[in-house]
């Protein structure tokens, strides 16, 4: 990897660097009022730093660049891998600055020589040094600009450095209008505060030498594209969602455009915008899941980029142009990125992802949801992808296998993460080779296989026996245990034969309204000393709705007892055929649930 790193000036970069360009289908101008404000705030410090007499060096981090090669020129021109919202934002401050130097030579009195030779020159100097630059390009000498945006932003910028007013057709060039409208409304604001033509001419040639002197980055130049983008990676990784995200959008659209007709092109492009509009999914994660799904394990974090260009779109060679054989599987690639990307927006809210069918019910819909929303389980994410490939009855039974094997094995027992992993990203890629073929018990075998390594009955069971109600902390997994309990209390009391079976799959229980309800009540009026210390254990403990809950509040239990009765709940039910609520009951009651959840957390 060959990296020429230098710190440089604002000034200096953008004067002697050479000229930089945005990948046609890289990153759009994305800066918002905050990031601009913050840059203004900055130019306060230094100006303040400067009228002080000691100037103030500020840091803007780095600029990575890959080598470019213009056909018949000699100049430098680098490839903008990083650092395109700061140097297009500079270049702003450049032509704000020059446009007010000339619009003040023309308020100010005619006497004024120096002030008003100094104005002009400075002007054409901006413009001369920052904004373009002079090359001879096959006989013929040319004016290029310094920066060039991507594909869609440079045309808008161009005309608006040059002070025209061009129509703003996408969300980067309202954004980029903001920036150079708030940039020269706060260069007023200071213009403003100058009492005379002098003071003026020293602010903005103050602001000057704060590009020129205070204001620097270090610029890492790479020779080579791939060690640009691996430099970049490696610099970013902060969990940022859209850095490789973008670079794969640039370097994918790149590849499609020579051979690609105009309506693949675009589909393309509208789908990697979808992918990266970042409305419901962290991108950088939901590309892990993606890759997690379609490739059978989790890419590297150091690597992350160059894994996920070889796993998701092996056809895009650097430098090698597509044949007509690859452009049709890296439009087919960028399709099923876009599907897997929908349908983990949907999973993740917690929505029924497959078509309707007579076999899957509302009760199957609420397993996904617990799963995903209320047990925030992700590691499970890149296989129901791939299972939405299976009819919906095998959709349902992957989720309820998933539901009941996360809970037993990652939430209370808390096994080896990336062994689970292991075995879900691979049953995904088993999917992914032909749906029609998978069968569900395949994947119940691996994770019975896990459970007995890692959740045997005796570890689970000390672990559900060890549950107590919290009062400074979540409940859900207490609330989860024994609404899930009150689904397959009737098999399990017909001798719990087979797969787990809910008998009553068109009754759905509100996990959000229902509340954990002690038997016993947390302020009885008369305490019994023995059952104080077995108050908040899982024995103790039912679920109400919270109109069950408001009438039976802190009654004791004979006074309890027909709400239980009359309960909907099988469970409570039963606590209602107890004569009397003692330890002994308690301790009956617990290890019945225990017993219960080992068999009910089977799969």
């Known amino acids: 990897m060959q990296i020429f790193p230098s710190q440089v000036t604002i000034g200096a970069l953008l004067e002697t660097t050479g000229t930089f360009e945005v990948p046609k289908y890289q990153r759009n101008y994305a800066w918002h009022e905050e990031e601009v404000a913050s840059f203004l705030n900055d130019l306060d410090l230094s100006l303040a730093a400067r009228r002080g007499t000691k100037p103030r060096h500020h840091f ?72 373009r630059q002079r090359d001879r390009i096959n006989l013929q000498w040319m004016t290029v600009p310094r920066l060039q945006l ?13 002070g025209a007013n061009p129509p703003a057709e996408r969300a980067s060039h309202e954004l980029l209008r903001a920036a150079f409208d708030m940039i020269g409304l706060h260069l007023q604001t200071l213009e403003g505060q100058a009492p005379d033509a002098t003071a003026k001419a020293n602010l903005l040639e103050n602001i000057l030498k704060v590009l020129e002197e205070d204001w620097t980055v270090i610029h890492m130049a790479a020779q080579d594209r791939d060690d640009a983008y691996m430099l970049f990676q490696v610099l970013n990784d902060r969990g940022k969602s859209l850095t490789e995200g973008e670079l794969l959008r640039a370097t994918t659209l790149e590849a499609i455009a020579p051979i690609g007709i105009a309506a693949e092109n675009a589909a393309m ?19 892990m899941w993606v890759y997690a799904s379609q490739i059978g394990a989790w890419p590297g974090k150091s690597t992350l980029l ?40 949907s999973i993740k809210r917690g929505d029924w992802p497959m078509p309707a069918h007579a076999a899957t019910t509302a009760w199957d819909r609420d397993r996904l949801r617990l799963l995903v929303v209320h047990l925030k389980q992700s590691d499970c994410l890149p296989l129901l992808v791939a299972a939405t490939l299976l ?80 009062r400074a902390e979540s409940n859900k997994p207490l609330k989860y245990l024994l609404m899930t309990l009150e689904h397959y209390v009737r098999w399990f009391d017909e001798g719990a034969q087979g797969r787990p079976a ?28 023995l059952l104080l210390p077995l108050l ?44 009397d609520w003692n330890a002994a009951a308690i301790e009956n009651r617990q290890n019945r649930l225990v017993e219960m959840a080992k068999k009910v957390f089977a799969v």
């Not at 450049?94 to 104005?119: C, H, N, S, W, Y």
């Not at 991507?150 to 040059?162: I, N, Q, Y």
């Not at 789908?271 to 939901?286: A, C, N, T, V």
């Not at 796993?311 to 690639?333: K, N, S, W, Y």
């Open 60 to 131: 803007f981090g780095g600029v990575v660049t890959a080598h470019a090669v213009i056909a018949g020129s000699t100049r430098q021109h680098h490839e903008l891998v990083d650092g395109q919202q700061r140097l297009a934002t500079f270049l702003m401050l450049v032509v704000q600055l020059k446009q007010m130097m000339r619009r003040l030579v023309g308020t100010i009195d005619p006497a004024e020589t120096d002030i008003i030779t100094f104005l002009n020159e400075t002007a054409d100097l901006l413009e001369n040094r920052f904004e």
């Open 150 to 162: 991507s594909l869609p932003d440079h045309g808008f910028f161009e005309a608006l450095l040059t």
């Open 269 to 287: 492009e509208r789908q990697w915008d979808e992918i990266l509009s970042g409305k419901e999914l962290d991108i950088r994660q939901g590309l």
């Open 306 to 345: 160059s894994d996920l260009q070889t796993g998701l779109f092996p056809m895009t060679v650097p430098g090698e142009p597509l044949t007509r054989g690859q452009a049709d599987a890296l439009i087919q690639a960028v399709q099923s990125l876009s599907t897997d990307f929908a349908t983990l927006s």
């Open 391 to 470: 009819t919906p009855q095998k959709f349902a039974e992957v989720a309820q296998a998933l539901e009941r094997f996360t809970f037993r094995y990652s939430v209370m027992v808390e096994g080896p993460k990336i062994e689970a992993a292991e075995v879900m990203n691979a049953q995904a890629v088993e999917i992914r080779r032909d749906p029609g073929a998978y069968r569900v018990g395949t994947l119940t075998a691996e994770l019975r296989r896990l459970i007995g390594l890692h959740a045997p009955d005796d570890v689970f069971g000390s672990q559900v026996a060890a549950l107590r109600y919290l």
């Open 502 to 529: 809910c008998r009553d799959r068109m009754r759905v229980l509100d996990f959000e309204n229902a509340t954990i309800e002690h038997i016993y009540p947390e302020n009885a009026e008369n305490q019994d000393p």
């Open 536 to 579: 908040d254990t899982l024995g103790n403990l039912t679920i109400l709705s919270p109109e069950e809950n408001d009438k039976a509040g802190a009654k004791g239990f004979a006074a309890k007892r027909p709400y239980l009765k009359g309960s909907t709940s099988t469970l409570n039910n039963q606590i209602a055929d107890v004569d």
